[in-house]
């Protein structure tokens, strides 16, 4: 059975996974404009040539899949129309999900969405352009480790931008955890260094690091990460274990040199994208990880505390592809 038709049995008409639901909804511009355009194309022709496979390449890029990904997708699925002798335009749509199944999961690391707590406390520093999305994030995920029972903690990294303290504060109160902040224009690094103190005092399971939002082509803003870095892990042994790069999806490829410039200042052991619910360019999550090496690890769906979900390869096949079906109906 290929994926498609497992992908169908699995999540088709199972109304009681709200996680299924939640993908499904948010996905819906993604949806509307890559498997509409799917759908259309494959109706249009009765067997597929060469001029199929650059109409659907064209609908890969125009989804933000990414151009390198889109020409090795069709290179790989014209190869198999080939062997296999398949023509039929729906039998290369579904292979071509298959592709992009194999393809997300076997580049880079393997994966593994929540956070461990192998060390105690575990640290998370999340970083990425302004805007996109990282401190709504921190408050998801710890609203997310909270409710799983563990202590969190925040530290409220951003002391450049006006009014960054006290939209971590307030989130802080409203999620009721502790959170460590300095005065206005600290260095970020030294409140940092508060922060892993007092993290390992209180006997704290996760502290998460928000940082201010930064330009990837600012230099001395990049060197700052390398310092909070370099702060965190003299106080805490192995620290940051964590550092998410925030990403919003509404951005398309931009992002992914933005992932590229971060990952050189530190190591990235995970992606999250946001805003997911306001894009049309979903395919943006296979190119970011197929040109990176580095897992989506949590998805951004809407602006309240509970709209962040574990990134499942599945259930984002399934949203991006087939959540229509009903629509269709
Ligand atoms: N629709 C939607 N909005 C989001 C999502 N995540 C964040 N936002 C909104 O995006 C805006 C910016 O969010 P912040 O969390 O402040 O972004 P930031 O990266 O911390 O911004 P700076 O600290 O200024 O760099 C806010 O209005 C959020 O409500 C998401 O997943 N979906
Ligand atoms: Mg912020």
């Known amino acids: 059975m290929g994926l498609f038709s497992f992908l169908k049995n699995k999540f088709v008409g199972k109304k009681e996974d709200k996680s299924v639901q939640t993908y499904e909804k948010g996905l819906t511009k993604s949806r509307k404009a890559f498997a509409s355009k799917l759908d259309e194309l494959s109706k249009r022709y009765s067997k597929v040539d060469s001029s199929y496979f650059e ?6 890029i ?16 014209l190869d198999k129309s080939i062997k296999e002798k398949i023509s039929e335009p729906k039998k290369i749509n579904e292979a071509l999900i298959d592709l992009m ?13 929540e ?35 563990k202590k969190v903690m925040l530290v409220a990294g951003d002391t450049f931008r006006a009014g960054a303290v006290e939209q971590l504060k307030i989130w802080a109160s409203r999620l009721d955890v502790p959170i460590v902040y300095g005065s206005p224009n600290s260095d970020p690094a030294s409140v940092a260094f508060d922060g892993a103190k007092k993290a390992k005092e209180e006997g704290v399971d996760l502290l998460i690091v928000d940082t201010a939002g930064r330009q990837q082509t600012k230099s001395n803003l990049m060197q700052e990460l390398g310092k909070i870095n370099r702060v965190l892990s003299k106080e805490i042994e192995g620290a940051p274990q964590e550092t998410f790069l925030v990403i919003d999806g509404t951005t398309g490829q931009n992002g992914v040199l933005q ?10 052991t995970g992606i999250v994208v946001t805003k997911m619910d306001g894009t049309s360019k979903g395919g943006i999550i296979l190119s970011i990880r197929t040109e990176l090496g580095v897992p989506v690890r949590f998805m951004g769906l809407g602006e309240k505390m509970e709209d962040l979900e574990e990134f499942d390869l599945s259930k984002y096949l399934y949203g991006l592809l087939l959540g229509n079906e009903d629509e269709q109906a």
Do not use: W
């Not at 109409?55 to 890969?60: D, F, Q, R, S, V």
């Open 115 to 149: 956070i461990s707590f192998n060390s105690k406390p575990t640290v998370l520093l999340v970083e990425g352009v302004n805007g996109v999305g990282k401190t709504t994030t921190i408050a998801k995920l710890a609203y997310r480790y909270k409710n799983k029972g």
């Open 259 to 268: 992932a590229k410039a971060f990952k050189e200042v530190s190591p990235l």
């Open 101 to 113: 199944f194999v393809d997300y999961a076997t580049s880079g690391d393997s994966i593994q969405n």
């Open 55 to 60: 109409e659907l390449e064209e609908i890969l």
């Open 62 to 77: 125009e989804s933000d899949v990414g151009v390198a990904l889109s020409l090795k997708l069709c290179e790989e699925l």
